[in-house]
């Protein structure tokens, strides 16, 4: 199975490089920077103990494509799909599946509307990873899964055949016969905690120190109504996981949107906070305040940023 992963980034480059170093064939679509970067320091993966991994890749342009794949793995920020897209257009034919690893919900609507309803897959992943400053993925936990199935559930003959080619390469494969319920579960608990951490500033404990994990479990019941609205009823399971995670004591979790804010980068906070606040029901009884409040501090920055001159 040939497999164009679409960014090598910390999700798409640490999926992407453990899928080649097991030998798969496996090409990375990148940008001609992120290109120049790998060939004058080579890709690698760091461990958490600091062992680093160097694994020999190869790298496409949009404009070198020939053929195409048999799947696209799409691991690039949501803030980048349109660009995406047009990347990696001339990789998809008639049976090629994208498998899209992205936050929330709108890539599913953007990437159906630009290839068909068919082609594209439901997928998340759970990772912690970022790029250091040659640009090598550094893992910063041990967990790394990637889940995915058909949209509309149940298995199929290409889901099957997908998971078989991409098992055995050094992290969790889940084949999942509700792929749609499980993106929504991410989207409410990630939303929660990219929204209180960068809110508060804080980790989860620090917040949890300072008596206020009362906040982080109103701001979990806002997102989950508004999941149950658009008929996605998070499952008792589900929330209990979410619930610990989230009002963990001395807890030292922060989102990845956070690091973004200490960074003075480019955040995610539309596509994922804003995003779900806008599928709030209308004539709601219960308005999502707290959402609210973090979406505009979130778009608060963005704004700072934006008037600073920030690339």
């Known amino acids: 199975m040939r497999v164009l992963v679409v960014g090598a980034g910390a999700v ?8 080649a170093n097991a030998g798969r064939d496996v090409t990375f679509l990148v940008r001609s ?3 120049t970067e790998i060939a004058a320091n080579g890709f690698a993966i760091v461990a958490p103990n600091g062992t680093t991994q160097s694994i020999a890749v190869r790298t496409v342009l949009s404009e070198q494509i020939q053929a195409p794949f048999d799947l696209v793995l799409l691991g690039c920020k949501a803030y980048d799909l349109d660009s995406a897209m ?7 034919g008639p049976e090629t599946a994208i498998l899209p690893l992205l936050n929330g919900m709108r890539h599913i609507k953007a990437l159906s509307e630009c290839f068909g309803t068919a082609r594209v897959l439901g997928g998340l992943c759970t990772i912690s990873a970022t790029l250091n400053g040659r640009g090598h993925v550094m893992l910063l936990g041990p967990t790394t899964v990637l889940t995915f199935g058909e949209l509309e559930g149940g298995y199929s003959h290409r889901v099957n055949a997908i998971a078989a080619a991409i098992s055995d390469a ?8 509700a792929v749609r319920l499980e993106m929504w579960e991410k989207w409410v608990m990630l939303t929660t905690f990219a929204g209180m951490t960068c809110l508060m500033r804080a980790a989860i404990g620090d917040i949890v120190a300072a008596d206020a994990a009362g ?9 989950r109504r508004i999941a149950a609205h658009h008929g996605q009823i998070i ?3 589900s929330y209990a996981r979410m619930r610990a995670m989230l009002t963990q004591a001395g807890s030292t979790f922060t ?12 955040t995610e906070a539309e596509h994922v906070v804003g995003d779900l606040l806008c599928r709030t029901p209308e004539n709601s009884d219960a308005s ?24």
């Open 235 to 237: 499952r008792p399971d």
């Open 288 to 311: 999502p305040s707290l959402l609210r409040i973090s979406y505009a501090h979130l778009k608060a920055y963005e704004a700072r940023r934006t008037r600073e001159g920030a690339l």
């Open 215 to 223: 906040l982080v479990e109103r701001l979990l019941d806002e997102c």
């Open 255 to 266: 989102a990845s949107m956070l690091r973004d804010i200490e960074n003075n980068a480019r």
């Open 33 to 35: 920077k992120r290109a």
């Open 12 to 19: 798409g480059g640490y999926f992407g490089g453990q899928l």
């Open 86 to 92: 047009a990347g990696f257009m001339p990789a998809v």
């Open 170 to 177: 050094g992290f969790e494969v889940r084949l999942s016969d």
